[in-house]
Structure formats: structure tokens, C-alpha cells
């Protein structure tokens, strides 16, 4: 017995009998690689029909809001046609409707808050993304600046009602003007706060996918950090740095609740930036339910679909903007 346990040929034998018995037949593992690779084609076919369905939901989406907004906007395009859009009088008393004040209006806010918000946007995105991209003090400005986008904007009304219009007021009355406090220049103002983290976050996340080698290079070369933004970190990012820009406009052009409560809301066409005005989102949120003839509702929607057709063409002028930016 102890003989044939330590003879080596048996052990040989043995070694050999399980190392043939472990060794799959080819038969076997070309249909285990073909189960499987059916199993991966299943579920990436799977996985790619859903992405499509999905991306089809959201076409069908917008074009429903759109298709929505045009079919209870006929009435008043019937009425008003074209001159709806260059008409001066909002008059629903007597069936008098021009959205020209609230088209003005919307722009005027719109833009002058994004020229207020763009230097302190693209200012704490490269205090984050270049001069202090991590640490205690980075986490912290960077929630602060989060925390800004998520303040509901009826709170950011209230903020201007009662700390912005008073200083606003104060302000007219040094440079002559006069002192309403109320107007486009406090919306504009309060769209410039609510609008900096869109930007900002997005500019800080471009700045920090800069590649080090570029900017070490220039280091190298005996560039000044000063230097090395101008010359690499903004001409790199600048494509991401006008997206950030894109969203703030969006946001700023369909904000209601903050603007409604300091602008001042009326229908006349302002005759500067510290008159008072309307929006054509905080006209629609003002008279909605007040809207008692069919075509004084519908008047409403056509400006809501005006407003809808106003942020399409933006947005297709901005991505133009990016692509040649990128193909640069």
C-alpha cells in the first residue's frame, strides 16, 4: 500500500488524470463564449433601445409643450397676428394686446444680469478651479456657491423687497433719480445673484480639466500665474466658460417669482433701466387667473410661447457659438 501511494508513476498518473479532467472540451467553451456573448448583445441591445426611448420621451416632450402652447395661442394669433409682437398698449379692458413692453422687459433684465453676474462667475471659478482647488476653505465656497442655486426664488424676492429695493432707493435718490427702489435694475440685480452658480460651477469644472502638462509647460517657460490663465487655462476653457454663460441667460430669461415681486409691473414700455417694467413671465403670473375672456387667456399663452421661441433661439445662437468656439 505505501508502496503504491509513493510510487512516482502513480502520482504522475494521478496528476495528470486531473489536470486532463479540469481541461474543458473545445465544444464546451466555444458554447459557454458564444452563451455569453449572445447574453452581452442582448443587454446591450437592451441598454440602447432604452437610451433611445428615453431620448424620444424628451423630443416628444418639447414638442408637445410647443405644439400645446400653439394650439391655445390661436385664438389670439387669429385676432392679433403679427402686430401682437411689435404692439405698445396692453390694454385687456378693451381687448388691446401688444407684448413688445414685456418682450423689452424680459430682455433688459435678462441681459443687464448677466453682464452684472458674469465678472464674479468666471471669478470664483478660477479661485476654485486655479488657485485653491481643494482644501477646507474651497469646500466651503464651493457649497456656499451651490447653496445659492437652490434658494427658492420667492425667498430671494422677499430679500430684495426688504434689503435690495432700499438700497436701490437710496442709490436713485444720489444720482437723481426717481426713488421707487422697484424697477429693472433691482430685477436685474436679484437674476445676477440667483444666476452666478450656473456659471460659476460650470467654469470652475472646466478650469480644472485643464491639462497639467499645458500649464506646466508654460510655468516652464517662465510664465506668472496671471500669465498662465490668460494665455492657457482661459483660451482652453472658453468653449465651457460660454456654456456656463448659455445657462445663466436661460435661467435669468424664465425667472418669475423674484422678478414679479421687484419690478414693479407695468405695462408701460420703461424709459431706463431704474423704471419699473414686466416681464413677460411675471405677466403671465400676474394676470393668469385674470384672464376672463377667451382671448385675453389665450393672449397669455401666445406670450408664454413667445417666451418658450425667445429661449429656443438664444440657446440655438449659443450652441452656434460654442461649436465655432470648439472647432477654433
Not at 387667456?297 to 440657446?315: D, H, K, P, Q, R
Request: proline share 5%; glycine share 8%; no cysteine.
Amino acid at each position: 500500500m505505501e508502496t503504491s501511494v509513493n510510487n512516482p508513476e502513480v502520482t504522475r498518473s494521478t496528476t495528470t488524470l486531473r489536470v486532463t479532467s479540469s481541461i474543458k472540451p473545445p465544444e464546451m467553451v466555444k458554447a459557454n463564449r458564444l452563451k455569453r456573448s449572445y447574453r452581452q448583445i442582448r443587454t446591450e441591445n437592451i441598454f440602447r433601445k432604452t437610451l433611445i426611448v428615453m431620448a424620444l420621451a424628451m423630443l416628444v416632450l418639447v414638442v408637445g409643450v410647443m405644439l400645446t402652447l400653439v394650439v391655445q395661442s390661436i385664438p389670439s394669433i387669429k385676432l392679433l397676428g403679427v402686430k401682437y409682437l411689435w404692439g405698445k398698449v396692453w390694454d385687456p379692458v378693451q381687448d388691446i394686446y401688444g407684448a413688445y413692453p414685456f418682450l423689452l422687459g424680459t430682455l433688459l433684465t435678462s441681459f443687464l444680469a448677466l453682464i452684472i453676474s458674469i465678472p464674479f462667475s468666471f471669478s470664483v471659478a478660477i479661485f476654485l478651479g486655479e488657485y485653491y482647488p481643494r482644501g477646507w476653505f474651497s469646500n466651503l465656497l464651493k457649497n456656499v456657491v451651490e447653496l445659492i442655486a437652490a434658494i427658492p426664488s420667492v425667498i430671494y424676492g422677499f430679500w430684495g423687497l426688504f434689503v435690495l429695493v432700499p438700497l436701490v432707493r437710496n442709490f436713485e435718490n444720489k444720482i437723481g433719480v426717481q426713488p421707487m427702489g422697484i424697477g429693472i435694475f433691482t430685477a436685474s440685480l436679484i437674476l445676477s445673484v440667483m444666476v452666478i452658480p450656473y456659471a460659476a460651477s460650470m467654469g470652475r469644472e472646466m478650469i480644472r480639466m485643464v491639462p497639467s502638462p499645458l500649464k506646466e509647460g508654460a510655468y516652464s517657460l517662465g510664465a506668472t500665474r496671471w500669465e498662465v490663465i490668460r494665455t492657457v487655462v482661459l483660451p482652453y476653457t472658453k468653449s465651457g466658460l460660454f456654456a456656463g454663460v448659455l445657462l445663466s441667460l436661460g435661467r435669468a430669461l424664465g425667472e418669475t417669482m423674484a422678478v414679479t415681486m421687484v419690478i414693479g409691473n407695468t405695462s408701460l414700455i420703461p424709459k431706463n433701466i431704474f423704471s419699473p417694467g414686466n416681464t413677460m413671465a411675471s405677466v403671465i403670473a400676474n394676470e393668469f387667473t385674470e384672464a376672463a375672456s377667451p382671448v385675453y387667456l389665450s393672449a397669455l399663452i401666445e406670450l408664454g410661447l413667445v417666451l418658450f421661441l425667445v429661449t429656443v433661439v438664444i440657446n440655438m445662437i449659443g450652441k452656434r457659438i460654442i461649436k465655432r468656439f470648439t472647432n477654433e
